[in-house]
């Protein structure tokens, strides 16, 4: 207790006993101490609860009211609860101050942030940029459901994947067809998400400019390279011995620049695309097709493996697959030393969905490299990809491909235990197979020699 509380304190039980104790004294003098002692101590407490009347009186008042002077407990009361009001206010002033700091700053930003209610997905707030690019509106798209207000983009159903909704990288404005948005969906609280737009309409048209630049090149490319491969292949060797070692070092040169030169267009042609044209892709037949291709490309240096354990197919472009699968399974192949291991699994997965999974024993890829590995000619070593042959632009394919079939691509890796590239496919994706059609038939577990 401070000394100036205990000393009121001290001083207001002092006055009360010198009531009582003068009452007393009056009343041994009159001949009836009793009464007059109770009359005093009835006078004290309603003393008392008048001073708490005032205490209520200021709590509930919303006018600021200076403490009466005084030291005793009820005036020590005052000044202590006249503090605690003055801090509070300050407080709150120094609250809505930065409230206001924030909402000004939000209000500021460029991208459009609207924060929504979690189960409902109806709008509780958002800032000036929300109405220029969104089409927002204050107050009447306050408490309205932004799925509505949004149409035609599906931001219910992108809504309703919660933590798992993946960005939107090029929305049409509900605005201006024009406009192209990038949405993507923040989860900061058990009740709020917050929603971020920005403008990439000028990112988009340069993005398009490139990759009309790189199919342009690519395909004027195609033309002066047949005429290479052409004459290379009427030059005999056996002719000019010593020419021997140049001329199989163009031929190998050449080779690689054409396959650079057909993954630039096969890239260029995905990223031009929006959909593919849905079939039965039968999976069992694709397993043996890349169990096969494996073997080709290992020459028996490797133990290759293949599992089918979710007995569906899926639903998709057999063509593209088949590529993005291929490209995965090439590459344990290319990057796995002798005597190593690489196993082909297919299954099902715990949301109804099915993926495939390349799991290799390679060297491995260090940690940093993953979140850009699959960056078109980002190579984690140079000198080993050139000698095996790649052309830094496979997992690019693979994930442009997994893109288009709502897909995704997973990657763990350890240095020097290996990495598992894992296609994850959605319920969706996923179709019942008909054993009665199936081509080929598939074990279970195939193992490799």
Request: glycine residues 6%.
């Amino acid at each position: 207790m401070p000394p100036s509380t205990r000393s009121a304190w001290t001083k207001t039980l002092g006055q009360l006993t010198l009531v009582l104790v003068a009452a007393l004294l009056v009343g041994l003098l009159v001949g009836h101490p009793w009464p007059l002692l109770a009359i005093a101590a009835l006078g004290v407490v309603a003393w008392h609860y008048w001073k708490l009347r005032d205490v209520l009186l200021r709590l509930t008042a919303r006018q600021r009211v200076e403490p009466s002077g005084g030291d005793g407990v009820w005036n020590e009361l005052d000044r202590l609860l006249y503090r605690t009001q003055e801090e509070m206010r300050g407080r709150k002033r120094r609250l809505v101050d930065m409230l206001r700091a924030y909402s000004a700053a939000a209000a500021a930003l460029p991208d459009a942030v609207v924060v929504i209610e979690r189960n409902s997905q109806r709008v509780r707030w958002f800032n000036d940029a929300a109405t220029r690019l969104l089409g927002l509106h204050y107050p009447d798209d306050v408490d309205a459901g932004l799925g509505d207000r949004l149409q035609p983009l599906p931001i219910s159903r992108w809504l309703a994947a919660g933590r798992h909704a993946e960005p939107m990288t090029d929305a049409a404005s509900p605005v201006d067809p024009s406009l192209r948005l990038s949405l993507r969906l923040i989860p900061y609280s058990d009740e709020l998400w917050l929603l971020v737009a920005r403008d990439v309409s000028k990112m988009m048209r340069l993005e398009q400019m490139r990759r009309d630049f790189v199919a342009n090149v690519s395909h004027e490319l195609r033309t002066p390279l047949t005429v290479v491969h052409g004459y290379l292949d009427m030059l005999d060797p056996g002719e000019q011995p010593e020419w021997a070692p140049i001329l199989e070092e163009m031929r190998h040169q050449s080779q690689r620049m054409t396959q650079l030169v057909e993954d630039l267009l096969t890239l260029s042609r995905l990223e031009a695309q929006d959909s593919v044209v849905d079939e039965e892709v039968a999976m069992d037949s694709m397993l043996v097709t890349l169990r096969r291709e494996a073997e080709a490309l290992s020459q028996r240096r490797h133990d290759i493996s293949v599992e089918d354990s979710a007995g569906i197919d899926l639903l998709g472009s057999t063509r593209e697959l088949h590529s993005a699968f291929s490209n995965l399974v090439g590459n344990a192949v290319r990057y796995t030393p002798a005597g190593g291991s690489i196993a082909i699994a297919f299954a099902r997965t715990a949301d109804g969905g099915a993926e495939l999974s390349v799991r290799d024993s390679g060297y491995g890829i260090p940690a940093a490299h993953l979140p850009r590995i699959t960056e078109r000619f980002y190579r984690v070593s140079t000198s080993r990809s050139r000698e095996s042959g790649g052309t830094g632009l496979g997992l690019a394919i693979v994930k442009h491909i997994l893109q288009l079939h709502q897909a995704r691509l997973e990657i763990q890796s350890e240095v020097g235990r290996g990495s598992i590239f894992t296609c994850r496919f959605g319920p969706e994706r996923v179709h019942p197979r008909d054993r009665a059609l199936a081509s080929t038939p598939f074990p279970t577990s195939v193992t490799g020699p």
